[in-house]
């Protein structure tokens, strides 16, 4: 009989696999087995299975057996190991399936160390370590067959560190905790897969975590070879192309700014919005993201966006027009001849906002002053009234919709007024 052999270092204790929430692993948080009831389990399925098994601690083999016993007029049969009775029955478990079988053997091998898995038909203990040998029926070669989709041991990771490691992804997202597949989410195909060693599992090794946080921490410490490879290619159907980043209030190493080198960032909505208007974009310097990975990044490294944040609201698309610099100058020249003061510190930039009924805006913090290129289609007097309202709103620090920036508005008139009326009051 050919049989899936399971090695590890050290020899099983009986009693830990027939003593429920029996195991030595519960503070450490890095192990896959914790709850003292995967053997158990393991155990029933085999049992239930009919799947020929042995079990050796060191060279002495771990004899298990069932002892029937009716219960109220149900038959329940009851492992025994080593002739000893446990509280454990074959009906233990009843949602348990194969891979899940195979993944407690080596996910305990994991644990111990020294662990390895064969296929052969000798069966050779040796002392100082456990075995387990398991019949290779129909459904163990399955699982063997899809080894590297439920374990990713043996594959080398893009990126790893103590924490977290990053593989090339799939046609879903993966989620591993050392190494063992622990979530899988089937509804569109992922960038990557993820390993995080600190992974919060329930008792049936299910991920128990938000799966977007797990991606995100594990992509914000990554390096370079993990973000170039993520804007090359990142897209809006896959899983990091449309989850909510928006919780995340860490910060993302510098490589992923480093990587983009004079490049800029652009989400396709704004792309499609700017070219409609008849804008040549240089695309050779422009990296296509999803709007939510745009939106992320460009909050924590700013500038490595091609829009301009003119305000909270107001993404801005910089592109020069030296005609509407002209009509600006023109109306920077009215003011001044009717005394009226624009802060000296004030810069323009001209380009088109996102909103297309945003016509400017003043960004007090950066002391810009955005203005839309439509303005280059009103009249001198729409485009002097504009200088003054951002030029006020720099100056105050009020925005349109409040009541004082009103105020100010109906002051500024009436000090004016009295003051042309040479009027004290």
């Not at 091998?109 to 000798?122: L, R, V």
């Not at 080894?147 to 992804?169: C, V």
């Not at 950066?366 to 006020?392: C, G, H, P, R, W």
Request: proline content about 2%.
């Amino acid at each position: 009989m050919k049989y899936l052999k399971i090695t590890n270092k050290g020899e099983i204790d009986w009693r830990l696999i027939s003593l429920l929430g029996g195991t030595t692993k519960r503070e450490n948080s890095a192990a896959i087995g914790r709850y003292g009831s995967g053997l158990k389990y393991v155990l029933a399925f085999l049992l239930r299975e009919n799947l020929a098994f042995k079990i050796f601690s060191g060279i002495k083999e771990v004899v298990v057996s069932v002892d029937t016993e009716s219960i109220r007029g149900e038959e329940f049969d009851i492992i025994c190991i080593d002739g000893h009775r446990t509280s454990i029955t074959t009906k233990m478990g009843p949602d348990f399936q194969t891979w899940h079988c195979v993944r407690e053997l080596w996910s305990n091998a994991i644990d111990e160390g020294e662990n390895s898995w064969s296929i052969g038909s000798e069966v050779s203990p040796v002392a100082g370590m456990t075995h387990w040998y398991i019949q290779l029926d129909k459904q163990i070669q399955e699982v063997i067959k899809d080894w590297d989709k439920y374990f990713i041991h043996h594959q080398k990771p893009l990126w790893g560190n103590e924490y977290y490691k990053i593989y090339p992804g799939g046609q879903s997202l993966r989620i591993y905790k050392s190494g063992v597949l622990v979530h899988e989410d089937t509804s569109k195909p992922a960038l990557f897969a993820y390993d995080s060693m600190l992974a919060e599992i329930n008792e049936l090794r299910e991920f128990k975590g938000s799966q977007s946080c797990a991606v995100v921490h594990a992509l914000s410490e990554s390096n370079e070879d993990v973000a170039k490879y993520f804007f090359e290619n990142i897209k809006e159907n896959m899983y990091e192309g449309d989850m909510d980043w928006n919780w995340f209030v860490g910060s993302w190493s510098e490589d992923w700014k480093n990587v983009l080198g004079d490049a800029k960032l652009i989400y396709p909505k704004a792309m499609d919005d700017i070219k409609s208007k008849g804008i040549t974009l240089d695309e050779v310097k422009l990296i296509v993201v999803p709007q939510c990975v745009y939106k992320e990044l460009t909050k924590f490294f700013p500038g490595i966006g091609a829009l301009k944040a003119a305000d909270k609201s107001s993404q801005f698309y910089e592109n020069y027009d030296e005609k509407l610099e002209f009509r600006v100058k023109q109306c920077l020249a009215i003011l001044e001849t009717c005394e009226y003061v624009m802060h000296p510190e004030l810069e323009f930039r001209y380009g088109f906002f996102e909103d297309k009924g945003t016509m400017a805006r003043v960004n007090l913090d950066e002391k810009i002053v955005y203005i839309s290129q439509t303005m280059l289609n009103k009249s001198l007097f729409d485009i002097t009234a504009m200088l003054i309202e951002e030029n006020e709103h720099f100056n105050t620090g009020l925005t349109d919709e409040s009541r004082a920036f009103q105020q100010h508005w109906i002051n500024l008139y009436t000090k004016e007024l009295l003051t042309r009326h040479e009027v004290e009051v």
